[in-house]
């Protein structure tokens, strides 16, 4: 008895035929993202969150904690997060509101955490949202 594969081919309606629906609101996600990388309110938190470098590397101006770990670490291991996560982006009803929460004005609204604090906060939140559906 053979067994036939089903090969089930992804509607690409957008781009002329070349992305599917999630990859273009994927798309704008990540331009919204990047668009807004040195917004204001969230510089402020970093530099709220830094300090004078205590390391011997002279080339080192200034290091910045952790929220969680409280470890001080260069700029290029940290990341400002959102506290509030700025939500899903699957349509145009999506997009106002992923906009309102990415560009909050209070500068409490963002933290500075390390790579990896960064990384088990969004595997908590993807596991938490996973676990609503």
């Known amino acids: 008895m053979k067994i036939k594969k089903v090969i089930i081919k992804k509607i690409k309606p957008r781009n002329g035929g070349t992305m599917t629906e999630s990859q273009y609101f994927s798309k704008i996600r990540s331009l919204l993202r990047n668009g807004f990388r040195?917004?204001?309110?969230?510089q402020?938190?970093?530099?709220?969150?830094?300090?004078?470098?205590?390391?011997?590397?002279?080339?080192?101006k200034k290091e910045y904690q952790c929220f969680h770990?409280?470890?001080?670490?260069?700029?290029?291991?940290?990341?400002?997060?959102?506290?509030?996560?700025?939500?899903?982006?699957?349509?145009?009803?999506?997009?106002?509101?992923f906009i309102q929460r990415l560009t909050r004005e209070e500068v409490s609204a963002y933290q500075v955490l390390c790579k990896s604090c960064h990384s088990i906060k969004t595997e908590k939140y993807k596991q938490l949202k996973n676990e609503r559906l």
């Not at 040195?38 to 969230?42: D, G, Q, R, T, V």
């Not at 402020?44 to 080192?60: D, F, I, V, Y």
């Open 38 to 42: 040195y917004y204001k309110p969230m």
């Open 44 to 60: 402020e938190a970093l530099n709220l969150a830094g300090r004078p470098s205590q390391s011997l590397n002279k080339k080192l």
């Open 69 to 97: 770990c409280k470890i001080w670490f260069k700029r290029t291991d940290v990341e400002i997060d959102h506290i509030e996560e700025c939500g899903k982006l699957n349509c145009y009803d999506d997009i106002v509101p």
